[in-house]
């Protein structure tokens, strides 16, 4: 058996962590030969549901969990954590505006990336998945100043899942026969998924799924309001999806994949997106928690007034989030 592999789970009482925890300590994500160490943070109030998951995780009987620890302590959560998996965020009550709920969860993701880069390892990777995911990635990012920006990313492989099954749906093959299927931007409804360079069947896509109509009318606004579809059904946000969204992305981050794969991580500049945003992007993942953002992949002028529009929405939510944090003169 390997060293065990610390995991902190933020969010661990809610219902993507119910979902998550169990595929992981399953061997879905690190492999089956993969011990892990798993601590468990929620807010005081959550503390009581976290010792029942706790037991349920320990009525499981994992082989792979060697031990389990629960707290409502941001500083305690991170000590020498190998993995960040951050579920936790404040939720949108009715009548808040979107500015503060960015706030809200800025003043949470700056404590938190200060409490991982006092106490987890140096080489920690960290997934972000609390909404505004893109935007709390970026202020846990700054806060976080001595861990290397590529070490953290957040989640759109969930709408990317999404766009690629609704795509292998049309054409009734698995969604694994259907590649290259991308959500650029923001995990918002500002998102674009974009299929002009997907392929099936070793093949491109049929024109059929090229024509405007029904990208303008049906693809995009199907795929980028999937989220609030499953609210207004299930009266709840998506927790089984998103789990396994979490799964695929951090196994194709520490395992490799040949597969071209949606994550949010910290703009480096290409495609004319500014350093620092944290932008859906295709990348290359090479295992042991490495990846690329792939550089040069064709646009088409279609897409360009999508991309304006979750380009400047991240911009706004930027400097929303930190308006509350740093000095203006910095911003
Ligand atoms: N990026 C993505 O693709 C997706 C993101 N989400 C987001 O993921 C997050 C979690 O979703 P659910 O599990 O369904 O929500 P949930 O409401 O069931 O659970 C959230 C948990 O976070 C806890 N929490 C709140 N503030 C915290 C803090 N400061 N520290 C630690 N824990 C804290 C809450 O007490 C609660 O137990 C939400 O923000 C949701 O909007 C959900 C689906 C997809
Ligand atoms: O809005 C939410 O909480 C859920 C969400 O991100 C999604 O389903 O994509």
């Given at each position: 058996?390997?060293?065990?592999?610390?995991?902190?789970?933020?969010?661990?009482?809610?219902?993507i962590a119910?979902c998550f925890l169990?595929l992981l300590?399953?061997?879905?994500?690190?492999?089956?030969?993969?011990?892990?160490?798993?601590?468990?943070?929620?807010?005081?109030?959550?503390?009581?549901?976290?010792?029942?998951?706790?037991?349920?995780?320990?009525?499981?009987?994992?082989?792979?969990?060697?031990?389990?620890?629960?707290?409502?302590?941001?500083?305690?959560?991170?000590?020498?954590?190998?993995?960040?998996?951050?579920?936790?965020?404040?939720?949108?009550?009715?009548?808040?505006?979107?500015?503060?709920?960015?706030?809200?969860?800025?003043?949470?993701?700056?404590?938190?990336?200060?409490?991982?880069?006092?106490?987890?390892?140096?080489?920690?990777?960290?997934?972000?998945?609390?909404?505004?995911?893109?935007?709390?990635?970026?202020?846990?990012?700054?806060?976080?100043?001595?861990?290397?920006?590529?070490?953290?990313?957040?989640?759109?492989?969930?709408?990317?899942?999404?766009?690629?099954?609704?795509?292998?749906?049309?054409?009734?093959?698995?969604?694994?026969?259907?590649?290259?299927?991308?959500?650029?931007?923001?995990?918002?409804?500002?998102?674009?998924?974009?299929?002009?360079?997907?392929?099936?069947?070793?093949?491109?896509?049929?024109?059929?799924?090229?024509?405007?109509?029904?990208?303008?009318?049906?693809?995009?606004?199907?795929?980028?309001?999937?989220?609030?579809?499953?609210?207004?059904?299930?009266?709840?946000?998506?927790?089984?999806?998103?789990a396994?969204?979490v799964?695929?992305?951090?196994?194709?981050?520490?395992?490799?994949?040949?597969?071209?794969?949606?994550?949010?991580?910290?703009?480096?500049?290409?495609?004319?997106?500014?350093?620092?945003?944290?932008?859906?992007?295709?990348?290359?993942?090479?295992?042991?928690?490495?990846?690329?953002?792939?550089?040069?992949?064709?646009?088409?002028?279609?897409?360009?007034?999508?991309?304006?529009?979750?380009?400047?929405?991240?911009?706004?939510?930027?400097?929303?989030?930190?308006?509350?944090?740093?000095?203006?003169?910095?911003?």
């Amino acid at each position: 058996m390997e060293t065990p592999m610390r995991v902190t789970v933020t969010g661990a009482a809610g219902q993507i962590a119910y979902c998550f925890l169990p595929l992981l300590l399953r061997g879905e994500v690190f492999g089956s030969r993969q011990p892990i160490e798993l601590v468990l943070l929620d807010v005081e109030e959550a503390l009581s549901t976290l010792r029942g998951v706790m037991m349920e995780l320990e009525d499981g009987a994992y082989p792979l969990l060697t031990s389990i620890h629960y707290t409502n302590n941001v500083s305690e959560a991170f000590v020498e954590s190998d993995v960040a998996v951050l579920l936790g965020a404040f939720p949108r009550k009715l009548g808040m505006e979107r500015r503060d709920l960015l706030q809200k969860n800025a003043v949470i993701f700056k404590e938190q990336g200060e409490a991982i880069n006092k106490h987890a390892k140096r080489s920690v990777r960290i997934l972000v998945i609390g909404n505004p995911a893109n935007t709390n990635a970026a202020v846990l990012a700054h806060f976080a100043s001595d861990i290397d920006k590529k070490q953290i990313t957040a989640l759109s492989r969930l709408d990317q899942n999404r766009a690629t099954s609704f795509i292998a749906k049309k054409l009734k093959v698995s969604p694994e026969d259907v590649k290259n299927i991308f959500v650029w931007g923001n995990h918002s409804n500002t998102q674009y998924p974009d299929l002009f360079n997907g392929v099936t069947d070793g093949g491109p896509l049929p024109d059929w799924l090229q024509d405007e109509t029904f990208l303008r009318n049906e693809f995009i606004p199907t795929i980028q309001e999937r989220g609030a579809a499953v609210i207004k059904a299930r009266k709840l946000s998506s927790a089984m999806s998103a789990a396994k969204a979490v799964v695929d992305h951090l196994r194709d981050w520490f395992i490799g994949t040949q597969d071209i794969v949606n994550m949010i991580v910290c703009a480096d500049g290409s495609y004319g997106i500014k350093k620092g945003i944290f932008f859906s992007f295709p990348c290359y993942c090479y295992g042991n928690g490495s990846f690329e953002i792939v550089p040069h992949f064709p646009w088409t002028p279609f897409g360009d007034p999508y991309i304006e529009k979750t380009k400047k929405e991240l911009n706004a939510e930027w400097e929303q989030a930190f308006a509350a944090l740093l000095p203006k003169s910095s911003l």
